[in-house]
């Protein structure tokens, strides 16, 4: 196994609920997935919004099995899943990965939330799932980084439900708790950088208030053995065929040589209630 958690990570990931791991792409590899996610086609013409209560957008586009592109092959690898596999505890594989775009100045907010809050609707009864948001751009507190509550994957599942604008929220009588008894910690990450963490980690993040763009790449893993007993937009156990670490440059290669999408078919476009307790997205 090729995680690239330290012992203190691995420990700090029991406790914390999450470790941010710098350049875990190089510069290099992530200007490749985000020449690859800007230039592809169908992505593109997968993109749909989510609005906060205030109106603002976040331009999002959801895929369910990571395809052979540049940043499919970036979800596979060994740095990425096995990594993942050692934070949950055995086999996983890929739930969905997903695009979130916030444009400079009009990038909307993220509400309060838990990722197992919305997957549990979709039938995964145990939250052995977790993600791995990867910085395609400079994420910082003016455009909208991610906001985590250390520890809170501790208190477990809370209930969700409707909230101004089109997004599910967590019971916020809950979120006030936690903040007033855990730590809150903006997690400022530069291109290449990656956070992993737990499904029931309450996170948010604001609106986009700068002129600079904070555009994220999200896989999403669930464990091997927590296969969903109902069915849902987002995919049964697959089994996931690993890559090695070199094959995200090497699909770069083919990707400015020739182009290429192995995004087609793979997408799905969640517009209704039942879809949207399970699409996230801070």
Known sequence: MASVFSAEQAAAF??????IVRQLFDQEEIALMAAAIEQDPDLQKSLYDRKDAQGKATRMATWNHPGD??????????????????????????????????EPLEGGAWEWHQDYGYWYHN????????????????????????QVIRGSHLVGRVEHGIIPGEQVGADPKRVEQM?????????????????????????????????????????????????????????FYTPLHKV?????????????????????????????????LGTDRA
């Not at 029991?14 to 470790?19: H, L, T």
């Not at 540049?70 to 055995?90: C, F, K, P």
């Not at 600079?212 to 053995?225: E, G, L």
């Not at 400015?256 to 879809?275: D, I, M, V």
Request: aromatic share 10%.
């Open 14 to 19: 029991a406790i914390d609920g999450y470790v």
């Open 69 to 102: 592109s540049v940043y499919g092959l970036a979800a596979r690898s060994h740095r990425v899943v096995d990594t993942v596999e050692q934070m949950l505890g055995g086999e996983v594989y890929h739930y969905h990965s997903k695009l979130t775009a916030k």
């Open 123 to 146: 039938g995964c009864l145990l939250p052995h799932m977790a993600s791995v948001m990867v910085a395609l751009d400079h994420a910082t507190p003016e455009n909208g980084c991610l």
């Open 179 to 235: 903040l007033q008894q855990m730590p809150l910690d903006y997690v400022e990450m530069a291109p290449g950088d990656a956070l992993f963490f737990h499904a029931n980690v309450m996170h948010r993040s604001d609106q986009n208030r700068s002129p600079n763009r904070r555009w994220t790449v999200i896989f999403c893993y669930n464990a091997a053995r927590n296969n969903p007993f109902i069915e849902h937009h987002h995919p």
């Open 244 to 276: 090695s670490d070199e094959a995200v440059k090497q699909a770069g290669l083919k990707f400015s040589n020739a182009g290429q999408s192995a995004f087609r078919k793979t997408f799905s476009n969640p517009p209704g209630l039942t879809q949207k």
